[in-house]
């Protein structure tokens, strides 16, 4: 059974930076971050391909955020840095059968249970 769990979420301050993980039981393809604040639809964060060589970015998060993994641990990061109020939310990392990433979430055949990213200003 495939699983993902992700850590790292927490309660900051507008400015600060996090670096949230996700630990995949088994190889993973394509993954991404994905978010969804309180009231509003879960959407894209960031993905990258198979390879780490490919990424994509949500316009919110271009130039703050950085995706990347460590495939022969099968582990995927978020590095969240200039966080804002706008940025709270779940954050759940998804991984899909396919080498490229990309930003709809129905592409996305696994996900994790996610962790609570909380920005103060």
């Known amino acids: 059974q495939v699983q993902l769990v992700e850590s790292g979420g927490g309660l900051v301050q507008a400015g600060d930076s996090l670096r949230l993980s996700c630990a995949a039981s088994?190889?993973?393809?394509?993954m991404a971050w994905f978010r969804q604040a309180p009231n509003k639809e879960r959407e894209f964060v960031a993905g990258?391909?198979?390879?780490?060589?490919?990424?994509i970015y949500a316009d919110s998060v271009e130039g703050r955020f950085t995706i990347s993994r460590e495939r022969l641990k099968n582990m995927l990061y978020l590095q969240m840095d200039s966080l804002k109020p706008d940025d709270t939310a779940v954050y759940f990392c998804?991984?899909?059968?396919?080498?490229?990433?990309?930003?709809?979430?129905?592409?996305?055949?696994?996900w994790g249970q996610g962790t609570q990213v909380t920005v103060s200003s």
């Open positions: 990258i391909s198979w390879s780490g060589s490919s990424t």
């Open positions: 998804a991984a899909r059968r396919s080498a490229h990433t990309t930003s709809q979430s129905n592409d996305y055949d696994y």
């Open positions: 088994t190889r993973m393809d394509a």
